[in-house]
């Protein structure tokens, strides 16, 4: 009987540990859009949210998250309109932003990123054809096939699209996107809305450059401008003053920490540094310990 029961158990515990492990698959995500003006929308699933600019021939877009999900975010660019995709910007190189540019990669669409973008997708790539997870074809449509070093502008009617690099804010090849006329601004990773960020330290990532980004995006936005985050909740800029400040109380804080003697783990383990953001930022996938872990080992090696 005790085993009997043991055994149900165990089949109750796999039914209920199944649906999860589906759950993550492509099969359940959702694209869902947010109209962010007359011409620019938000599209959240899986990874960083993608922009797309409806223009008078033809669609920009912005990241692209997942190659297993290129089908489902093509479907509801269509959804929204016929025109083709004559750019595909990528805001900086991580696979839930760059993971579907070999799908979207054809004669009618053009990969744009900043050098180092390319160069590191060119890295992650080799790998994969080194393994032979990819095919030679599928490696060169990873790339951006037109990089800059600083800023690059496209012109549609009366739109004015300013991409403009920033540098070691996330990565070290992160560019926003402000579209001028629709006041949309796409931030890419260098903004978290409602959480803490990912600085990704060994891609060339900073949290004095993610500070500063955020300070270079408040000079180009106005009060009414959409913000597009890598990832959360579209924000105003009045809720990314709010996050700047947030970002500098906690450097000044750790900071005061490095310059009392305390050590890595000293500084993880004192949960009052980050207490007052912690219910609102901490819940995500940066979680507190790792956000003050990042922000010291930014700090001690500056
Ligand atoms: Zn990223």
Redesign the pocket.
Known sequence: MVFYKMKVTLIILICAICPLMVSAQEKDVVISVDKLSNDVYMLTGQG?NIGVYVGQKNVFMIDDQFDRLSGKIKATIDSLTDKPIAFLFN????G??TGGNAKFNNDLTTIVAHDNVRKRVMINQQKKLDNKDITELYYTKMLPEVTFSEDITFYDGEETIMAFHVHNA??DGDAMVYFVNNDVLHM??TYFAGRYP?I?LNSGGSLKGYINAHKKALMVIGDETKIIP??GRPSSKQELENYVSMLEDLMTKILAAIKAGKNLEEVKADSLISAAYDATHGTGYIKPEAMREIFYKSLVNQ
């Open positions: 960083g805001t900086h190189m991580h839930d932003h996330h990565t890419g990773d990912y990704d890598g990832h």
